[in-house]
């Protein structure tokens, strides 16, 4: 059973920057595919980041700020958020796929605001 824990999250203000990380276990092998999501209160979680073999797809919403990233054994995932909006406000719940299997963090939260 593969296991997600993100860290990172916290209060931030108006243009500042927050990195999330988040670390895969439980698996000899490493995901396939890792990514972000967020979802702020009263709306449907929604696609931040996705990367897989070098490959990146970001949101049009955070394109130019945020960068995903992977550690060098390949389990972890990292997301550089930069010039962040209060908009940003949300959950962020770090997501694996694996053998064709779906897994998904705890979630953490982020707060912009003033």
């Known amino acids: 059973q593969v296991q997600l824990v993100e860290s990172g999250g916290g209060l931030v203000q108006p243009g500042g920057s927050l990195r999330l990380s988040c670390a895969a276990s439980g698996s000899i092998f490493s995901p396939s595919v890792m990514g972000w999501y967020r979802q702020a209160p009263g709306k449907q979680r929604e696609l931040v980041a996705l990367?897989?073999?070098?490959?990146?797809n970001y949101a049009d919403s955070v394109k130019g700020r945020f960068t995903i990233s992977r550690g060098n054994a390949g389990n972890t995932v990292y997301l550089q958020m930069t010039s962040l909006k209060p908009e940003d406000t949300a959950v962020y719940y770090c997501?694996?796929?694996?053998?064709?299997?779906?897994?998904w963090g705890q979630g953490t939260q982020v707060t912009v605001s003033s």
């Open positions: 997501n694996a796929i694996l053998m064709q299997f779906n897994y």
């Open positions: 990367i897989s073999s070098g490959v990146t």
